[in-house]
């Protein structure tokens, strides 16, 4: 997977979170960029080279919360 798939990925799941799922728009921010961080992880693919993307993954480890409402173990 290509970054600008990734980006589209981040995009998508991030507008899914807020309009679907009700969380305001810097929620679904945070927790779309964990779910394309952990895709990219799992799968090899490139990371989305935005600088809001790379601000807020550089500090992941794998256990942050995937779900808003789960806590960090």
Known sequence: M????????LLERA???EFDGGLKRYEAEY??????WRFCYRTG??????LNY???SRG????????????KE
């Open 54 to 56: 790379k601000y807020h």
């Open 31 to 36: 927790f779309a960029i964990v779910a394309t």
């Open 15 to 17: 507008a899914i979170m």
């Open 60 to 71: 992941f480890t794998g256990d942050e919360p995937r779900e808003p409402g789960e806590r």
């Open 45 to 50: 693919a490139r990371e989305p080279e935005s």
């Open 2 to 9: 290509e970054s600008e798939n990734a980006t589209e990925y």
